[in-house]
């Protein structure tokens, strides 16, 4: 389930998973694969990205063809891209199964192809700076404090967590990885 967080140019966003079957998270109008974010992540943390760089996404632009979620959730209406991720994947029927599956990744192709249906391709620009201590994903501008939210959201699997506390490979090797980094970017990351 995507979370609010606080950009410092665009009031609050949505940024999260969106269905426990699929490792694909949105922020607002981009998505983009949970393992590609990690990945992401800890080369912008260990500087081997540069300050400047560019993620590939997929992006909807059109609010109706992202979908209404809670409709989705509740079995009420599917529509958009999100409605038809909950026909194929529904939502479960009991509470103590809603929690984040580790094996998201298995549905990588289906999940792909059905983006390739509703959004576009697109290079997100992203920007670490330095001196303000900030960072940028498109046109939204975190602090490093809101970014390490963002960060701690997937090791977490989110709300409702990973399953049974078991997190995919590439979330353990992000965690790691920067848990070694001196880059300033990690400084008072902790993870809960």
Request: glycine letters at 6%; one cysteine or more; hydrophobic letters at 40%.
């Amino acid at each position: 389930m995507p979370l609010a967080f606080e950009s410092l140019n665009r009031g609050t966003i949505a940024f999260g998973f969106f269905n426990i079957e699929t490792d694909l998270l949105l922020l607002q109008q981009y998505f983009f694969f949970a393992d590609d974010f990690c990945t992401r992540v800890l080369r912008l943390a260990q500087g081997q990205e540069p300050h400047e760089t560019a993620w590939e996404v997929y992006c909807i632009e059109d609010q109706r063809k992202i979908g209404d979620l809670m409709a989705a959730i509740h079995g009420i209406r599917y529509t958009g891209f999100i409605g038809e991720v909950y026909k194929q994947f529904p939502f479960p029927r009991k509470e103590s199964e809603f929690k984040q599956k580790p094996e998201g990744f298995q549905n990588r192709a289906w999940m792909v192809s059905l983006a390739e249906q509703w959004a576009v391709s697109k290079a997100l620009p992203v920007r670490v700076d330095r001196q303000r201590e900030t960072v940028s994903l498109g046109e939204y501008l975190f602090t490093r404090e809101v970014f390490h939210q963002l960060i701690n959201y997937v090791w977490v699997g989110g709300y409702p967590r990973w399953k049974d506390e078991i997190r995919p490979d590439y979330v353990m090797e992000m965690k790691f990885g920067l848990e070694e980094s001196s880059n300033w970017l990690t400084r008072g990351l902790v993870f809960s």
